[in-house]
Nanobody
Framework: QVQLEESGGGLVQAGGSLRLSCAAS????????MDWYRQGPEKQRELVAR???????FYVDSVKGRFTISRDIAKNTMYLQMNSLKPEDTAVYYC?????????WGQGTQVTVSS
């Protein structure tokens, strides 16, 4: 069983930055996929960024050039550096990891960007 603990959310003004962390515990194995999702008010949950086991990265168009996903394998931790934040980035951010047929979600961390 894997537990995911997110941290780093908060309230920031437009143009500011936040760094989210997602620490995995419970099992030590390599994840096939590590994702950040977000769900804004009255919106569907969407994939924001992904880092694969090879280190390949994907970003949704709306965050390209502003967000950076990374991981520290030794610490079993994933990060999302968010710069130049916009009010439309306001959402609950969730980390998601997949290993084989097993998938796990974090509890979410609120990010609020004021204009």
């Amino acid at each position: 069983q894997v537990q995911l603990e997110e941290s780093g959310g908060g309230l920031v003004q437009a143009g500011g930055s936040l760094r989210l962390s997602c620490a995995a515990s419970g099992s030590r194995f390599t994840f096939d996929v590590m994702d950040w999702y977000r769900q804004g008010p009255e919106k569907q949950r969407e994939l924001v960024a992904r880092i694969g086991s090879s280190g390949s990265k994907f970003y949704v168009d709306s965050v390209k050039g502003r967000f950076t996903i990374s991981r520290d394998i030794a610490k079993n931790t994933m990060y999302l550096q968010m710069n130049s934040l916009k009010p439309e980035d306001t959402a609950v951010y969730y980390c998601y990891v997949q290993a084989g047929s097993n998938a796990y979600w974090g509890q979410g961390t609120q990010v609020t960007v004021s204009s």
